[in-house]
């Protein structure tokens, strides 16, 4: 395996954003993994909302761990700083990198393995310092890079490719995201592009920690009868909540403008069914009149009343509005730190002569 | 009375044992300062237990005029203010020295010696008949040994009185309670004995230039002077005091004028993978970036290490080494990191090492290992142990150069970036072995791909065997390069030395000080201190140009012995293990003891005539 670079077929007639940019402009290396990976349509998805909010993508600071999942920050925004770091440890690299630089776009890419097990504390604790970034976990409910073991989100029941029942019971991110005080939590498919754009796009634009749980089936593994993570398993049971027109104002960051408003055009609370080109069906209901997607305890009892029903609720369930990020909550200065001026850093020969009375 | 007493001025040991958490630390410090003050060379050893309150505690206070200040396990007072530990701390007296107790108490017959001089001051009879609180009484027991010890080793009232009023300036109620305890025990002590004794203090001038002080603090001075803005980190004994030290400059030295927000980030991580990951994230962006741990740590950190090796990302850790293995002696010392830090991680890696021999060289190489880190783009290590991080040393003065600029390696800016066709992350230009590297968010040129898994000098993927080996023989030579501008080995040589001595870190003063010693029993020995790894071509010259080595350090199995022959290809059997495991800091007995023994085990006929002789000399086990 090679890194291949696509080449940049320039069409004139492709649309252009505010930098003048086109969605070519924020592609990657052509992808490795199997035909038909969900992951590729959350990459698709990932520079569809990159494009439409008009980033730099040198001003982006691409982070993941290990897995498939994990690879695909290659295969998206090529002009962007990348950082495949180690199994389950992005979380910590990420802190860092937003520690010392808070101006830089950070949006990590992880997969259920990578963030439920090994990662699961690093992930805890960026969502508790609520560091300021996109956290993508790529949800197949197994183990795509090392072939088909059980991940912590497959549900009790499940059934692997070889036949063995999963009998552990799963770790959903969306609920310990919320348990955790999360400041952003979204829940979606990757067969559903139009709702996840913006989901993507809200999550950016998000100040703090923006947890996205994607359910991404892995074909190779995870998509067959027997599994709930399969693309059939996922249509029938999604529950979207398109609340996408909810959206923070532009004062969350001021260098991704926001370049139109993203809105939605269903009835509250109507139910809609999709039949999709393979014969399956999606129910696409409208959040329902009363859901406040700020009030976390009703958020935590509505999820939780649907999941006893067998629906999984997608779309953009909770977000703190007030979220005061990790820089905020250190007090530190606005500049980022890596670029304050040595002189300024360095309190002198003087000043350790003062310190030093105290030695004697 | 024995009166075994030989004039022992400013040339002494003392212990004082008491209780943990009963206040006696600010009483130590006091009489180690008031020392420090007359102008003459003390050290102070903490010997304190793995908890916080009620068991057995120890400091030691060594004085010597010369400068000797390593560890001496030899007493000429102790101050036994702990009844759970006096069998052992009256057995730790030399014969003809001298014990205080309180006589508040009558003393078991038993533990007795009649080579011992008893001085029994009624402390708590006289906190008790002074002192109304029940808190108040305890604390000032040990303002009453400090004064009783103040008037038996003629230490300077108005010295120790002035840096009571120091302290205490904006708390006079406590003043007064210092002042009273004070004389309280100077007058006892006074009026009881011979004061002062034999052994005693006189007014010198030998530390004007120097300054008393922990190597953890001198670390987090050094962060801060070589402009460290991120710090991440996970509690671990004996490194935790390097994070407080550097938060509590940072309050006085990094607050943003008009805002009063920090120009620092600290982060108290959930763990040690999780520090070590922060600190190659900072790195990777370009902020000088940091963690300070112990033995248990590194491991954890092992897996980031090979990461920031591997993808070639600065990173800069404290080790103040503990004994081990596993949870060990956390409150003990040893040089136990040796090789885990060398070779840290799977696969073949090497990292750079500091050893720096005390707190000064702590602040010196503190900024040295940020500049290192960001010139090679890779882990750089401090191996400071428990020793040199939490006791009192007496250092020269710190000194800061205003013109010093940091070296911020090849980092291409956005001019540089603007001017060149393509970047590619890991082309070696200079023939160095070190590639210019790019900061995230400066230039769209400068955009590349980190990471830990196997790719060519492009930066992109490969598991191309070809391509993947140039990468790695380039990283060997980048190390080779990095040996060359580390700190030079110092080598002290003595004409017609018969042996070399080897050593590094903590260990430095006792050898100074055996050196002169058995220079003195007619045994001259060269002695070469390394400060650095990878070793320079010229460590191995050393090794080869003396017919017996010996390896001073502090652990079992002798791992810097190994490290030197696995790196110049010495003969490892030839290299003699000499020093003490068991913790406690080195001194030069250990080292004597072991070097006349094993000289005269195998002299040669030539030499045998200066060896001393048999009597008295046990080889050191521990
Ligand atoms: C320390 C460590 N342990 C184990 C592995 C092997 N490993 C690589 S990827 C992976 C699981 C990936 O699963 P997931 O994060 O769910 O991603 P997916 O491949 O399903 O997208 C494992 C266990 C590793 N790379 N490092
Ligand atoms: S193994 Fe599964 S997760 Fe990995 S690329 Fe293939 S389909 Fe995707």
């Not at chain 1, 497959?154 to 490719?161: E, F, I, L, P, Q």
């Not at chain 1, 139109?260 to 399956?280: A, F, M, Q, W």
């Not at chain 2, 508040?104 to 017959?109: A, E, F, L, Q, V």
């Not at chain 2, 002077?225 to 940072?250: E, K, M």
Request: hydrophobic share 40%; charged share 20%; net charge negative.
């Amino acid at each position: 395996m090679t890194y291949i670079t696509k080449p940049k077929v320039r069409h004139p007639s492709l649309p252009k954003n505010r930098l003048g940019l086109t969605t070519r402009d924020y592609e990657g290396a052509m992808s490795t993994l199997c035909a038909g990976c969900g992951h590729d349509s959350i990459t698709a998805a990932i520079i569809q909302a990159a494009f439409d909010l008009s980033i730099d993508p040198h001003r982006v600071a691409k982070m993941s761990g290990i897995g498939c999942s994990s690879k695909t920050p290659t295969y998206f925004m090529g002009q962007a700083h990348g950082f495949n770091s180690v199994h389950g440890r992005m979380p910590a690299i990420a802190t860092g990198a937003n520690a010392g630089n808070r101006e830089l776009i950070c949006i990590g890419v992880s997969g259920d393995g990578d963030s439920l097990s090994i990662g699961l504390g690093q992930l805890c604790h960026a969502i508790r310092r609520n560091v300021d970034m996109l956290y993508v976990i790529e949800n197949n409910g197994v183990y795509g890079l090392t072939k088909g073991q059980f991940s912590a989100s497959a549900d009790v029941g499940t059934k692997s490719k070889r036949g063995v029942e999963n009998v552990s019971p799963p770790i959903d991110p969306v609920f310990l995201a919320l348990t955790l005080g999360a400041t952003f939590v979204a829940r979606s498919f990757s067969g559903d592009k139009a709702q996840l754009v913006p989901i993507l796009k809200a999550g950016i634009q998000h100040r703090g920690f923006a947890l996205v749980d994607v359910i991404s089936p892995c074909v190779a593994f995870n998509d067959h009868e027997g599994s709930t993570k399969s693309y059939m398993y996922t249509r029938e049971h999604a529950l979207p909540l398109l609340e996408a027109d909810f959206v923070p104002a532009p004062v969350a960051t001021d260098f991704v403008p926001i370049q139109r408003e993203i809105t939605t055009s269903y009835e509250p609370g109507s139910v809609n069914t999709v039949t999709l080109h393979d014969g399956s069906t999606v129910r696409f209901r409208k959040i329902p009149e009363n859901y406040d997607p700020t009030d976390r305890d009703s958020v935590y009892s509505y999820l939780r009343e649907r999941e006893h029903s067998g629906e999984v609720v997608t779309g953009l369930l909770y977000v703190d509005p007030a979220s005061a990020d990790m820089h905020a909550t250190m007090q530190t200065v606005e500049r980022p730190l890596s670029e304050i001026p040595f002189e300024e850093l360095c309190p002198g020969a003087k000043a350790l002569e003062e310190i030093q009375r105290g030695f004697v | 009375m024995t009166t075994l007493a030989r004039q022992q001025v400013n040339d002494f040991a003392f212990k004082i044992a008491t209780v943990n958490g009963t206040g006696s630390s600010s009483a130590n410090d006091l009489i180690r300062k008031t020392i420090f003050r007359m102008g003459v060379p003390a050290s102070g050893k903490n010997i304190f237990p793995s908890n916080i309150q009620g068991l057995p505690t120890w400091y030691e206070i060594r004085v010597n005029g010369a400068g000797h200040t390593a560890r001496t396990p030899e007493f000429d007072l102790m101050i036994a203010m702990n009844p759970a530990t006096y069998a052992r701390d009256i057995a730790e007296v030399r014969p003809g020295g001298w014990l205080m107790h309180d006589s508040t108490w009558p003393r078991p017959d038993a533990l007795m010696r009649d080579d011992v001089n008893m001085l029994g001051v009624p402390l708590a009879r006289l906190c008790n008949e002074n002192f109304a609180g029940a808190r108040e009484r305890i604390l000032m027991k040990n303002i009453a040994y400090a004064g009783a010890l103040a008037a038996l080793l003629g230490i300077d009232m108005a010295v120790i009185e002035e840096l009571l009023s120091q302290t205490f300036s904006k708390k006079k109620a406590l003043l007064d309670s210092n002042f009273l305890a004070l004389r309280l025990g100077y007058d006892r002590a006074r009026e009881s004995f011979d004061c002062p004794l034999p052994m005693r203090l006189e007014k010198m001038d030998a530390t004007r230039d120097s300054i008393l002080i922990d190597g953890n603090t001198a670390a987090a001075l050094g962060c801060i002077y070589a402009g460290a803005t991120v710090a991440a980190w996970y509690p671990i004994t004996p490194s935790t005091s390097l994070l407080d030290a550097f938060q509590a400059f940072v309050l006085k030295l990094r607050r943003d004028p008009e805002t009063g927000r920090a120009r620092v980030a600290i982060i108290q991580a959930e763990d040690e993978l999780a520090a070590a990951g922060m600190v190659i994230g900072a790195n990777w962006v370009g902020a000088r970036a940091f963690t300070a741990t112990s033995g248990p740590g590194i491991s954890l950190m092992s897996e980031f290490i090979g990461l920031a090796y591997y993808a070639e990302v600065p990173a800069v850790f404290f080790d103040i080494q503990r004994t081990g293995p596993s949870t060990g002696m956390p409150t003990r010392t040893q040089q136990g990191d040796l090789l885990l830090c060398a070779y840290a991680s799977h696969g073949d890696t090497k990292h750079i090492l500091l050893f720096p021999a005390d707190p000064g060289e702590c602040f010196h190489f503190a900024v040295l290992a940020f500049d290192i880190a960001e010139r090679f783009q890779t882990p750089v290590f401090v191996l400071s142990d428990l020793d040199i991080g939490m006791n009192d040393w007496m250092v020269p003065r710190l000194q800061w150069d205003d013109a010093y600029r940091p070296d911020r390696g090849k980092v291409l800016r956005a001019e540089e970036l603007e001017h060149i066709t393509q970047f590619h992350r890991y082309v070696d230009v200079d023939g160095d072995g070190v590639a210019a590297r790019t900061l995230p968010g400066v230039h769209p040129k400068g955009a590349f791909f980190t990471r830990g898994s196997g790719h060519n000098r492009n930066g992109d993927y490969t598991e191309d065997a070809a391509e993947y080996s140039d990468v790695m023989h380039r990283l060997t030579k980048k190390l080779e390069t990095a040996a060359l501008s580390l700190p030079a080995p110092e080598v002290s040589t003595t004409p017609g030395a018969i042996a070399g001595i080897v050593s590094l870190g903590g260990c430095h003063r006792a050898i100074v000080e055996a050196v002169a010693l058995l220079g003195e029993r007619g045994i001259p020995v060269d002695y070469m201190r390394l400060r650095g790894f990878p070793f320079v071509p010229e460590v191995g010259a050393f090794l080869r140009e003396h017919r017996r080595i010996f390896v001073v350090e502090q652990n079992r199995d002798g791992q810097l012995a190994s490290l030197l022959s696995i790196e110049t290809g010495f003969c490892r059997d030839k290299l003699e293990h000499v020093g003490t495991f068991g913790g406690l800091p080195l001194s030069a007995g250990d080292v004597v003891e072991h070097i006349v023994a094993a000289l005269r085990g195998a002299a040669e006929p030539e030499h045998e005539a200066r060896l001393p002789q048999a009597a008295g000399d046990t080889p050191v086990t521990e």
